[in-house]
């Protein structure tokens, strides 16, 4: 059984800052790609940022220059800083995790609410 303990989210002012760590655990395969995407209320799931197993990174254009996506594979975890926070940036932000085995794995989301 695999495990996706995300944290981080909460409500903060429009410019300000949050960082959501995600800690994959349990019978997982080695670890390939992780990312973030999110889903606001009525809107379909986007991607947020992804990061290879060797730190390549891909971002929206909508948070290019205020997310940075960065991991830890010793441990298994991915972080996502939010600098320079909108209030389009609420939703709740969804961890996965693909492994090499082709399997795909979801956390169980953290919601970040930016007021204006």
């Known amino acids: 059984q695999v495990q996706l303990v995300e944290s981080g989210g909460g409500l903060v002012q429009a410019g300000g800052s949050l960082r959501l760590s995600c800690a994959a655990s349990?019978?997982?395969?080695?670890?390939?790609?992780m990312g973030w995407y999110r889903q606001a209320p009525g809107k379909q799931r986007e991607l947020v940022a992804t990061?290879?197993?060797?730190?390549?990174?891909n971002y929206a254009d909508s948070v290019k220059g205020r997310f940075s996506i960065s991991r830890d594979n010793g441990k298994n975890t991915v972080y996502l800083q939010m600098n320079g926070l909108k209030p389009e940036d609420t939703a709740v932000y969804y961890c996965?995790?693909?492994?090499?085995?082709?399997?795909?794995?979801w956390g169980q989301g953290t919601q970040v609410t930016v007021s204006s």
């Open positions: 990061i290879t197993r060797g730190g390549n990174t």
């Open positions: 349990g019978s997982i395969f080695s670890v390939n790609a």
């Open positions: 996965n995790v693909g492994a090499y085995d082709g399997l795909d794995y």
